[in-house]
């Protein structure tokens, strides 16, 4: 092992592909990086991306697949979190929410603006007074552009965009804009921008045992779920971004004290708009207090989240009949009309919060902050956050690396002042996929490309989703269709083959859970494509029949998880 890692121009950045992932392992192993993180969700995307665009050689690994924990489970929305202004969290919902713009305006081929309406009923959590209020201020506090600043509506308005919510006691409503997301691709993209620049990443390779030299953190010993081999890869600094994990990590570490997290559960699902014909978004209150979102999306409509303590399997929290019953209940009581039944449910998702743990506070009370642990080992630690601050928890990951190397003896920073260091370039950066002329010229592509697509004879349904998933990746993924359109089942092909080379997908289920979202959005062509999936996986990567057999096996158990549950 050498004590510096050679720069991306000597050796040059790796594709982001199945193939090239043992290369990637072997390059982190190569030479002493300047940060390995330990993390593969949006947090620990960001920071591989913000490090590296600053000249830190950069490493990431994964111990499931990337975003395959909270980042793939969330409301998918970018928003600032309207809410958190009763709570008096200014700070937070500033921040946040002026990063909505920047999250959409580098990758709107995954953010879409989402007009939501929030209904005021008499005895409810919002007032009109209070609403109009927290909307102006927020929309001040976001720096939201004047088309998509809030209105107020009367009732009849209210029932006007929405006609399904309940007539009783409603005075009005606001009317606001947020973000929808693909939470998980929003995350792919980060870490194939990432890689692009230089970084090297890993999925399905978990931090096993920490490694130290003296007191000091120096590496860690990461085992390939894959494989089962065993791998030690060094760095100047490591940084835990495991998300629910982060206490585990510490725990390892010897350093889990003072603050500490507290895991709560987050349960959507989802049902088709045959059964809840929502054509509007609606944030609204429930009979305990809380608030729930209803949001449509490709002919489906979700709902959640709830908001409960989490003691079970960190990596296995799932949806129960009492988390089912409750987001029913909460339909039935605001949409009388809609009569939704537990076999309507088509798919569901549970995602774990991991909060900074706050004595005496109900999971919802408690604050979304992020905030940085630093241990007597070496070890950083970020906790807490959104999805929607993802960069800026980077950004000051990032700058507090870069201020630890310079007081480091022998790094090649040492000595330096941070003024004489590189600040974090991500705010007006393009993610991968994201070339698309940013909000203002990406009506343009949508338009252009849709009927690129369409010409190669493929119907306007697939054109728009793909248009919409890969954004300027689309000339790679039509170069491939071109090779594959004469083959039955051209178009998931196509997608398989464009994950395989560009997205370094290496299950069936990352590949029909994160980098398509078919399995909580197209449940019906999940179940007809499941057994092609895996027949196209066992040829990619050589698998016997047994291990194909235990991977349809996989498959099966997972969607019989994401439609009913425990």
């Known amino acids: 092992m050498n004590q510096t890692a050679a720069t991306t121009a000597e050796v040059g950045a790796l594709a982001f592909s199945a193939s090239s992932r043992a290369e990637h392992i072997e390059r982190m192993k190569a030479n002493k990086l300047d940060v390995l993180v330990i993390g593969g969700g949006i947090t620990g995307a960001g920071i591989a991306l913000d490090g590296v665009t600053r000249g830190l050689s950069v490493g990431l690994i994964e111990m499931q697949d990337f975003a395959e924990g909270t980042s793939s489970r969330s409301t998918k929305l970018i928003h600032g979190g309207l809410r958190y202004l009763k709570q008096f969290e200014v700070k937070m919902v500033a921040e946040v929410g002026k990063e909505r713009a920047v999250v959409y305006e580098n990758a709107p081929h995954v953010t879409i603006p989402e007009w939501m309406l929030l209904p005021i009923y008499k005895g409810g959590?919002?007032?009109k007074f209070s609403t109009s209020v927290?909307?102006?201020?927020y929309d001040y506090l976001a720096g939201v552009k004047k088309e998509e600043r809030r209105s107020m509506l009367s009732a009849a308005q209210v029932k006007e965009r929405c006609s399904l919510l309940k007539d009783e006691d409603l005075l009005g409503g606001g009317y606001y804009v947020e973000y929808r997301t693909d939470d998980a691709r929003l995350t792919i993209e980060v870490m194939k921008k990432a890689v692009e620049n230089g970084a090297y990443a890993?999925?399905?390779?978990?931090?096993?045992?920490?490694?130290?030299?003296?007191?000091r953190l120096i590496g860690i010993q990461a085992e390939d779920q894959l494989t089962g081999e065993s791998h030690d890869i060094y760095a100047h600094r490591i940084v835990n971004a495991a998300g629910p994990w982060v206490d585990t990590l510490r725990e390892k570490d010897g350093s889990k004290k003072g603050k500490?997290?507290?895991?709560?559960?987050?349960?959507?699902?989802?049902?088709?708009?045959?059964k809840f014909p929502l054509q509007q978004a609606v944030y609204f209150d429930?009979?305990?207090?809380r608030m729930v979102f209803a949001i449509p999306r490709d002919g489906k409509t979700y709902i959640g989240t709830t908001d409960t303590n989490y003691k079970g399997d960190i990596a296995k929290p799932v949806m129960t009949e009492a988390d089912r019953d409750y987001l029913l209940q909460c339909i039935a009581d605001m949409f009388p009309s809609v009569q939704l039944k537990p076999e309507d449910v088509e798919s569901s998702w549970a995602g774990l919060r991991p909060l900074i743990h706050q004595e005496g506070k109900d999971p919802s009370e408690i604050s979304r902050r992020d905030e940085i642990f630093v241990s007597d080992s070496g070890l950083i630690s970020i906790a807490g956050g959104k999805l929607t601050g993802y960069r800026k928890m980077a950004e000051q990951v990032v700058t507090l690396v870069q201020k630890l190397l310079t007081e480091s003896t022998g790094h090649r920073w040492s000595g330096k002042s941070l003024h004489d260091l590189p600040a974090c370039r991500t705010k007006n950066m393009a993610l991968s996929g994201g070339e698309v002329g940013g909000s203002q010229g990406f009506?343009?592509?949508?338009?252009e490309k849709t009927e690129r697509v369409k010409s190669l004879g493929l119907s306007e349904e697939v054109a728009k989703r793909w248009v919409m998933r890969y954004g300027s990746n689309i000339e790679d993924v039509l170069a491939r269709y071109k090779q594959l359109a004469k083959q039955e089942q051209a178009v998931l092909l196509t997608e398989l083959a464009y994950s395989f080379e560009h997205e370094m997908v290496m299950r069936p289920m990352d590949f029909l859970c994160r980098r398509t979202g078919a399995l909580f959005f197209e449940m019906d062509a999940v179940q007809r494509n499941k057994e092609r999936v895996v027949a196209e996986f066992q040829q990619q990567f050589g698998w016997t029949d047994e291990q194909a057999r235990q991977a349809q096996q996989t498959v099966e158990e997972q969607i019989q998880e994401a439609r009913s549950g425990q």
Not at 286 to 289: A, C, F, M, R
């Open 125 to 127: 959590t919002f007032g």
């Open 134 to 137: 927290g909307l102006r201020f």
């Open 202 to 215: 890993s999925n399905h390779l978990k931090a096993k045992e920490l490694i130290y030299e003296g007191d």
């Open 260 to 274: 500490t997290l507290r895991l709560t559960k987050g349960v959507h699902i989802v049902v088709d708009q045959v």
């Open 286 to 289: 429930t009979s305990d207090g």
């Open 443 to 447: 009506p343009r592509f949508i338009r």
